[in-house]
């Protein structure tokens, strides 16, 4: 006899669809949407977003930001002059990004759009979305990899591994430093595919799969970043291998802690008059390596004349070197690092640009008209950054996401154990890039620790929302079916 086929409702694939027909928050996507793009059209521009609209324009690209911005913003350029299509398209794809995944992880439409209202207009986010930055792309890029990880995980479809694969690789094309957040992913769909039927290997061995989806997760990220590095210098005609700037930020740091100069031979031989210990810690600037590269822009008069490796040679000589003095003066490194995390991580209780205003003067024609909703914005953003300040600092979300750990434990402790699996993954996802961030960034810029405070607030949303349906002995508001 054959057995009949399982009844529509009880395939997961199905119920995703119809809960994203159901709870897609459009109006709050179109409402946030036009709120960032018509209060700072045509877009605010840094130094590092003219770059890109420099190297959108240009013949040939120099391999010192990634040159997938450049391509984003020639996109953008197909629809205007200036600023305003790229920005268009940054705006879109991050309003966009949050709207799927609202419509992924909740039930409750009034959920979905207060998530969209929040990621939108939270102060800590709204005044950098007008900013035409890279972090901005990623976060758009970044919560899209999450919403489909998660539609995965609950359905089980293959199909959405190419897009999620694809989500990846413009992800680490974005930024260097991702790549421990795509192996968390990698990871978590591993351990699915593992899970995918009733007899699952999962099942039988548990630790066993564990292993192997964080090994094969760690391997896989690790190629992910090889293989974008490849694609990246493909796509260049010069390359000044971007690490050098945190490589003399360190430098600096440990000659001015050991008295004793920690250069390689091709910056001694471009300052013939020698170099001193102390000349190198007068550029030194323990929240930033921007002192560094100002006079590496304008070298004239400068104590130190630092120079970019622009051949395989000087870039190894300068990476040998580097590597000499953390080995050689560990304490100094050590140091320099943590007396960088303090103003990093906000234990000074001072925001660190924690937004940008306007478009950085420039021979490009490219300006923002002042408004009276610009004016607006910025009264909102300077009120946040300067005296609430808080919302501004990366150690008051380490504290916030302790409190998000005691309701994470709330809800094992009720039996709620499937409803922990998006919050956590949202947690591992950002600490995992405040964790590279620590080490590996050279300026203490609050937009380099903006994907692991956007995480820790969407989490703290997830939770928040869950314990208080718990509390009120109400239907989930997020959708926690698992395989």
Known sequence: MVSEPAPRHNDPAKKVVSLMKTSYP???????FAAVYLVYMPGYMSNDSLSFFRGAQAEELTLYHTPIMAYLFRLGLVFSANQAGPFFLQSALLVGAFGFFAATVFKRREAAYAFVALATFFPAFFPIWGTLWKSVWFIGDATVALALTIMFWRTGRLWLLVPLSISMLVGQLVRFETAPIW???IAVTIWRVLAQRRDAYISKHPLRSAAIS?????????S???ICGIINRS?????LYPIHTLQYFDLAGITARTGEVNLPDFVLDVNPDGVTAEEVASTYDNATVNSILRLMNNPDGA?????????LERASALSRVWRDAIFNHPKAYISHRLKFLWTFLGFDGKANYPYHRGVTKNNLGLVAQPSPAKAFAESYALFFAQSVRVTHLPISYVVISMFVGAGLIFMWIKGERDSLFIPVLVLACGYAHLAVMMLAAAAGSFRYSLWFVFCVTVATFLTSIRVADIIRKRPRSVSTQIP
């Open 26 to 32: 459009y109006l709050a996507v179109l409402f946030c």
């Open 183 to 185: 192996a968390i992913l």
């Open 214 to 222: 964080g090994v094969m997760g760690l391997l896989l990220g690790i």
């Open 224 to 226: 992910l970043y090889l």
């Open 235 to 239: 796509l260049t005609t010069r390359n």
């Open 303 to 311: 104590p130190v004349l630092f120079v970019r490796p622009d051949t």
